[in-house]
């Protein structure tokens, strides 16, 4: 069983639409949760991150976390097409980073 | 601050032959990750450094060497380059290891080995 796990894409929504994007994980001692976006070609980059249960809310996107059911989610809002992007999971344990192998998201016009 | 850059940015290898990967940051973190990524994949963790002088293995260390002379650069030596080192290589780094800290990504540098 992969230590991270992310639901299998590609992931198409309309703009304006809600994009969620789950994430499960295998430790249960993690710690910390993280989301990272890649557009193509690029170096992913910080979007989010959670370490307590719950909802953790920065403008169109909501990180939630539930460590009972080792799940953690990103909603995006108003969806737009620059939103296009793969987005990792990353879960952090003693420093060191475990990556989903990310989700491919297109947010169509 | 340039933040964490990586040279080269492209580069092609023949099987057998050896290439060291350059990274540098700027902004006085401690901690460095070297990571690989393969196509459609997420990152996968190779080396990683607490500071200058200490190293320690990743998830797939296998054909590869680190060293942290000093806390700015962590150069990657790929030995006997083999298809399967074939990737995308991600430098990172952090102020600390706590497991709250960000990892700032550099540019990448794309490898095939032929």
């Known amino acids: 069983q992969k230590e991270v796990e992310q639901n299998s894409g590609p992931l198409s929504v309309p703009e304006g639409a809600i994009a969620s994007l789950n994430c499960t994980y295998s430790?249960?001692?993690?710690?910390?949760f993280f989301w990272y976006r890649q557009y193509s070609g690029k170096s992913p980059e910080l979007i989010m991150f959670?370490?307590?249960?719950g909802d953790k809310e920065d403008g169109r996107f909501t990180a939630q976390l539930n460590k009972a059911s080792q799940y953690v989610s990103l909603l995006i809002r108003d969806s737009q097409p620059s939103d296009s992007a793969t987005y990792l999971c990353a879960v952090m344990d003693a420093g060191k980073s475990t990556f989903g192998d990310g989700t491919t998201l297109t947010v169509k016009p | 601050n340039a933040g964490v850059t990586q040279t080269p940015k492209f580069r092609i290898l023949k099987i057998g032959q050896s290439m060291t990967l350059q990274c540098a940051q700027d902004m006085n973190h401690n901690y460095m990750y070297w990571y690989r990524q393969d196509p459609g994949m997420g990152l996968k963790l190779i080396y990683y450094s607490v500071g200058a002088g200490i190293t320690d293995k990743g998830e797939v260390p296998n054909g590869y060497n680190v060293s942290r002379s000093t806390t700015e650069d962590f150069p990657l030596r790929l030995e006997l380059a083999a298809p399967s080192q074939t990737s995308v290589y991600f430098c990172a780094s952090s102020y600390s290891q706590a497991d709250y800290n960000e990892q700032f990504f550099g540019p990448g540098t794309r490898l095939t080995v032929l």
């Open positions: 430790d249960r001692g993690s710690q910390s």
């Open positions: 959670i370490y307590s249960n």
